[in-house]
């Protein structure tokens, strides 16, 4: 069976799009990493807001964006309040674990054959700390005016949504092109929320597993290695070796022996591997319909032309490339190869039961002139 020379053309041009899309994301990444994440937040709004509305049908529509807006600055304020409660008592019971962290260096050096060993003192001058101390502030020099600017996309976002059906109108007049678009965008925004679904419940079970082993092992902050854990859980896979690595290590200094480390260890470890790989599964390729070897490969891509931003989006960015991927014929094979089934354009609801079964849409294909002056 020989390739059409069409084929393997369009294929070729999919192939450098793809590449000259990354090296454009990658060069204005100070562009579009806060525009990104408002549109990631202004997503996270709209499905509260249809939530709200669904549980309290008698508030009137009008309020219902302001309430959800609302809830979501609650929500964000309670996680400021908590991480700086916490982590500022966390911080003050480092200076009592000295000691421990003395005895531990001098084990491990005993262990590995050094006759003096380092305390931390000395660790510390040795790590000169005031050379990092300017780059740590233009991090948050950086950080804190891409929040601002994430702010105002999210601002003008939300303010423009009222005329996007017009947009969409104009941008496609034909009914049939615009229904197309209007189901591409459905389906984006219900992968987007069915993510955060999917990694709001698990990261809630891998918290709530973990405050209650690290309670039963009287670990310190429990609450705030919880929440931290919790929060990781957004990242995948980085997320669950901070969530799995970082209590036992300070469990470390604060008991006496190593076995509460070890068992909070094994404890920890057996949380994440029972859900990630037996509950999260299961849900992301019921709701997200991607393969998961993708979500890897899309973590490690997405890092390394966003950083940090790319790797906490790097499954909802993934999924709106699959579905517009798939919408153009041309490209439809690397929608194909980013599913986890083969069915790029299936529909969440396909999979529930009591619904028939339907065929997945498939994009139209527009005549071309060979084939008009043929019928012709």
């Given at each position: 069976m020989t390739v059409q020379p069409s084929a393997v053309s369009r294929n070729a041009l999919v192939i450098l799009a793809v590449i000259a899309c990354g090296a454009v994301l990658y060069l204005l990444h100070g562009i579009f990493t806060p525009l990104a994440l408002a549109?990631?937040?202004?997503v996270m709004i709209d499905g509260l807001a249809r939530g709200i509305r669904r549980v309290a049908p008698v508030l009137p529509v009008a309020s219902v964006l302001p309430v959800?807006?609302?809830?979501?600055?609650?929500?964000?304020g309670v996680a400021a309040f908590i991480i700086a409660d916490n982590a500022t008592a966390f911080f003050s019971q480092l200076v009592d674990y000295t000691p421990r962290l003395n005895a531990l260096i001098a084990q491990a050096a005993?262990?590995?054959?050094?006759?003096?060993?380092?305390?931390?003192?000395q660790l510390f001058l040795e790590l000169n700390p005031k050379q990092y101390l300017g780059e740590l502030a233009r991090g948050l020099q950086g950080f804190a005016?891409?929040?601002?600017?994430?702010?105002?996309?999210?601002?003008?976002?939300?303010a423009s949504r009222r005329g996007f059906e017009r947009k969409v109108m104009g941008l496609f007049p034909d009914r049939g092109e615009r229904r197309e678009a209007t189901e591409?965008?459905?389906?984006?925004?219900?992968g987007v929320e069915q993510y955060l679904w999917v990694q709001t419940v698990t990261g809630l079970m891998i918290a709530v597993g973990s405050w209650i082993a690290m309670q039963v092992l009287g670990l310190q902050n429990a609450v705030f290695w919880a929440f931290l854990i919790f929060i990781a859980s957004y990242i995948p896979i980085v997320g669950g070796v901070v969530g799995v690595a970082a209590p036992p290590l300070f469990a470390l200094v604060e008991f006496p022996t190593i076995w509460p480390a070890v068992i909070l260890l094994a404890v920890l470890q057996t949380i994440q591997f029972v859900v990630g790989n037996v509950i999260q599964p299961r849900m992301q390729s019921d709701s997200l319909n991607i393969d998961p070897v993708v979500v890897l490969l899309s973590l490690a891509?997405?890092?390394?032309?966003?950083?940090?931003?790319?790797?906490?989006l790097s499954t909802p960015l993934t999924v709106m490339a699959m579905v517009v991927l798939a919408q153009f014929e041309g490209a439809r094979w690397v929608a194909v190869l980013l599913s986890a089934d083969g069915q790029p354009l299936?529909?969440?609801?396909d999979d529930r039961p009591g619904q028939p079964a339907r065929t997945p849409a498939t994009p139209r294909r527009r005549p071309s002139a060979r084939s008009s002056k043929r019928e012709s």
């Amino acid at each position: 069976m020989t390739v059409q020379p069409s084929a393997v053309s369009r294929n070729a041009l999919v192939i450098l799009a793809v590449i000259a899309c990354g090296a454009v994301l990658y060069l204005l990444h100070g562009i579009f990493t806060p525009l990104a994440l408002a549109v990631f937040l202004a997503v996270m709004i709209d499905g509260l807001a249809r939530g709200i509305r669904r549980v309290a049908p008698v508030l009137p529509v009008a309020s219902v964006l302001p309430v959800a807006i609302l809830v979501s600055v609650g929500l964000f304020g309670v996680a400021a309040f908590i991480i700086a409660d916490n982590a500022t008592a966390f911080f003050s019971q480092l200076v009592d674990y000295t000691p421990r962290l003395n005895a531990l260096i001098a084990q491990a050096a005993a262990l590995a054959g050094v006759q003096v060993p380092p305390t931390v003192g000395q660790l510390f001058l040795e790590l000169n700390p005031k050379q990092y101390l300017g780059e740590l502030a233009r991090g948050l020099q950086g950080f804190a005016s891409d929040a601002i600017f994430v702010l105002i996309y999210l601002g003008f976002i939300l303010a423009s949504r009222r005329g996007f059906e017009r947009k969409v109108m104009g941008l496609f007049p034909d009914r049939g092109e615009r229904r197309e678009a209007t189901e591409a965008f459905l389906r984006i925004r219900n992968g987007v929320e069915q993510y955060l679904w999917v990694q709001t419940v698990t990261g809630l079970m891998i918290a709530v597993g973990s405050w209650i082993a690290m309670q039963v092992l009287g670990l310190q902050n429990a609450v705030f290695w919880a929440f931290l854990i919790f929060i990781a859980s957004y990242i995948p896979i980085v997320g669950g070796v901070v969530g799995v690595a970082a209590p036992p290590l300070f469990a470390l200094v604060e008991f006496p022996t190593i076995w509460p480390a070890v068992i909070l260890l094994a404890v920890l470890q057996t949380i994440q591997f029972v859900v990630g790989n037996v509950i999260q599964p299961r849900m992301q390729s019921d709701s997200l319909n991607i393969d998961p070897v993708v979500v890897l490969l899309s973590l490690a891509f997405w890092g390394a032309i966003w950083g940090p931003v790319g790797m906490f989006l790097s499954t909802p960015l993934t999924v709106m490339a699959m579905v517009v991927l798939a919408q153009f014929e041309g490209a439809r094979w690397v929608a194909v190869l980013l599913s986890a089934d083969g069915q790029p354009l299936k529909s969440s609801d396909d999979d529930r039961p009591g619904q028939p079964a339907r065929t997945p849409a498939t994009p139209r294909r527009r005549p071309s002139a060979r084939s008009s002056k043929r019928e012709s």
